[in-house]
């Protein structure tokens, strides 16, 4: 990492220096995101920057760039990695003012971005599966804004750690939501199925691109509540994110799921998944 960007410049990682004054550090104040570069192309930009303007919205903060700017600031950050698989990480807090909860006027946005080479799961992880525990999902109502106040997140994936596993499937009211990092699918039959979104999911750019192919590709896939029994009797649970993409859970609180194998419609789903990514690199879809 040679360079990155905080507040419109672009310098060593060694002298980037924010504020202890700032409202991310102080109140955890800000919104981030996570945009996957192939090929030294912006991977579904258009929806990256759509849910950072939603999340932007959501905590009355004013978007400092333009679509094309970010375009701008991520492309010449990535251009320093080469054409490797890397991501660009995004963050924007409130800025700097003295401590207080109310929001302070006329205060500029701390903006910081940086881009560095994906790290993909092992081979053995994509063909064995992952473990994951099941707990309750004990954070706030508005899961659905990408906020870097990550506390409870971080919490409930150390204990999936501590437990040996590599992510904690969440749990509320009975109906699972989604992981402490990730979004979360199942295969019941011949039918896919991930919660629908709403404030306690945040609605994954991955998680979309899924349930895209899946309707594309004539796979029955259906967003609407998932019980915990359902999830228990699953033949398939599958994990999403930007950086793990479809990664197979074969192990829940230590009970197999299916067979315990990586299942036929992940096989599948994923090598779609995977042709996709090819044609963006190609330039054949956007």
Not at 50 to 67: G, K, Y
Not at 262 to 275: D, E, N
Request: charged share 20%.
């Amino acid at each position: 990492m040679s360079l990155v960007y905080l507040n419109g410049e672009f310098i060593p990682p060694d002298q980037a220096k924010v504020s202890v004054f700032d409202r991310g550090f102080i109140f955890g104040d800000g919104v981030y995101e996570v945009i996957p570069v192939f090929g030294g192309r912006m991977f579904r930009l258009p929806h990256h920057l759509a849910r950072l303007e939603a999340s932007l919205t959501a905590i009355q903060l004013r978007n400092p760039h333009t679509a094309r700017q970010w375009n701008d600031i991520f492309t010449r950050l990535s251009a320093n990695n080469g054409t490797v698989d890397q991501s660009v990480y995004l963050q924007i807090t409130r800025g700097v003012a003295a401590r207080d909860h109310a929001f302070p006027p006329n205060i500029s946005p701390t903006v910081f971005a940086y881009a560095s080479p994906l790290n993909y799961p092992p081979a053995e992880q994509l063909a064995k599966g992952v473990a994951a525990i099941t707990t309750a999902d004990n954070r706030w109502q508005r899961c659905d804004i990408k906020s870097i106040a990550l506390l409870a997140n971080a919490l409930l994936r150390q204990q999936a750690i501590e437990q040996g596993a590599v992510e904690a499937i969440l749990v509320r009211d009975g109906l699972m939501t989604e992981g402490a990092a990730s979004n979360i699918f199942i295969v019941s039959g011949d039918r896919v199925i991930t919660p629908p979104k709403g404030p306690y999911i945040l609605p994954g750019i991955t998680r979309d691109l899924v349930v895209e192919i899946a309707h594309s590709h004539d796979i029955d896939c259906v967003e609407q509540p998932v019980p915990i029994g359902s999830l228990r009797s699953a033949n398939e649970v599958w994990m999403t994110s930007s950086t793990k993409e479809i990664l197979p859970i074969t192990r829940i609180d230590s009970r197999p799921v299916g067979d315990g194998k990586q299942g036929p419609m992940h096989v599948r789903v994923f090598a779609l998944y995977q042709q996709y990514k090819q044609a963006f690199i190609r330039g054949e879809v956007g």
